[in-house]
Structures are given as C-alpha cells and as structure tokens.
C-alpha cells in the first residue's frame, strides 16, 4: 500500500511538473512578458502549496527557500518600477542566501584544499569582471534609477557565485545523490539568471525559453530536495562507505 501510495505520490508529482512546463512555455512563446512573469508566480505558488501539502517534517530552509521566490515575484511583476526592482534584487539576495545557509554545517565540515581556494577566488575574480562588464554597458545602466540599484545587483550576482561555489564544494565533498540534486538546482538557477539578464537586456527572446526551463526544473528539484528526507540518510551511509574505502 505505501509502495502504491509513493508511486501516486511520484506521478503527481511528475504530472505537476510537466503540466506546469506547458503552461509556462506556452506562454513565453504566446504570450507578452508580463503575462509570461504572472505565469511564473503562479507556478511557484503552486509548488509552494504541493510541498506544504506533502512535507512530513518540516523543512525550515526549504520553506524559507520557497517562500523568498513567492515573495520575490510578487515584486518580479512590477520589475520597471524602481521600488520593484530594489525589492525583486533584495529579495533574491536573501532567498540564495538562505539555500546556502541551509548547507551551511556541511559546508564547515570539509577540509578545503589550497588549490580548491585558488580555482574559487580565480571563478569569484572571472564573474566579478564578468558582472562590472556588462552593468558598464549602456543597455544595462541606463535601466538604473539611483546608486543603490547598481549595489543590489553586484550583491545579487555575489549571492549567486557563493551558491555555485558551494555547490561545488559540497558536491566535491560528499558525491552523494542528495548533493548532486542540491548542485543540479542551484546552477539551474544561476542559469535561469544569467539567461534571463541576455533576454531582458540584450534583447535575445530565445533566452527566455532558456531561463523559464532553467528556472522551473530547479524549482522541482528544489521542492523534491526539501520533501526527501530519505536521501538524508542515504547521503550519511553513501558518505561512510566512500570515506571507508579512502
């Protein structure tokens, strides 16, 4: 009966992802960008109530998580207005801020080798650069209403290279089912960014498509991540056999 039951579970699941991927691609395709945007929101709603419908145990950051991105494209819809744009950037500083803190303890766990430094402040030092170039592009600054704007974007493309970073180490570290889905959703989402940042800005539309796929796979694997507490303990074993055998 609980195999049964795990199997509808699964299926609704998987229902609620494909039906939502339609709809939102549809809409990009079909649709004009503020439809596209409200589309999203939506979405997130809906996975919001299907992971408060179906934890077990709470997930506090999982939740958090969750509830950032809500918030965020509440101000997402009004993203030309300055005051949207300033909270749809510190919203997102604090929703990325809160997955990296939810991987935090394990992060302290490991041993960081010096060339593991090198490689993370040579990638830190790339993106920066990268980031300073293309907010002194014209297409770029002149969407810029005051001083702050420019600081919450820095801040904001920070927050995402801490996410991919540890996402890394955490993966390197473990080589676990659990920490790979953990790596998988946090690039989508770095993805889905940087993809939305060349559609919105340099006008390439196909990159819309690529950030709404980017940015809903990583929101199921997110929600998948918070409800399976079962790769919890998969991950502790997984950890112990590969450390036995080192």
Not at 4 to 22: E, H, R
Not at 133 to 162: K, Q, R
Request: net charge neutral; glycine share 4%.
């Amino acid at each position: 009966m609980s195999s049964k039951f795990f199997n509808n579970d699964k299926l609704i699941f998987i229902t609620l992802i494909v039906l939502a991927a339609i709809v939102n691609l549809s809409v990009v395709a079909f649709m004009d960008l503020e439809s596209s945007r409200f589309a999203r929101f939506i979405t997130i709603l809906l996975f919001l109530v299907y992971f408060l419908v179906k934890k077990k145990v709470i997930n506090f950051w999982t939740l958090s998580a969750l509830l950032f991105f809500t918030v965020r494209d509440v101000f997402f819809q009004f993203y030309e207005e300055p005051w949207g744009y300033k909270l749809y950037l510190l919203i997102g500083i604090l929703c990325y801020t809160t997955i990296v803190l939810e991987r935090m303890p394990k992060i302290s766990e490991i041993n960081i080798k010096p060339s593991v430094i090198v490689v993370t402040l040579l990638l830190v030092a790339a993106n920066t650069y990268t980031l300073y170039v293309i907010m002194n592009m014209s297409m770029v600054t002149h969407t810029f209403h005051d001083n702050l704007e420019p600081l919450l974007l820095y801040g904001y493309g920070a927050a995402m290279m801490v996410l991919g970073v540890q996402a890394i180490a955490y993966n390197n570290k473990y080589n676990s089912n659990r920490s790979l889905l953990y790596t998988f959703f946090a690039f989508g989402f770095i993805f889905s960014d940087i993809a939305a940042l060349f559609a919105y800005y340099f006008n390439f539309e196909l990159f819309y498509f690529f950030d709404r796929f980017f940015f809903l796979g990583s929101l199921a694997m997110l929600v998948n991540y918070g409800l399976n507490f079962e790769s919890v303990k998969e991950e502790y074993y997984q950890y112990e056999m590969i450390d036995k055998k080192l």
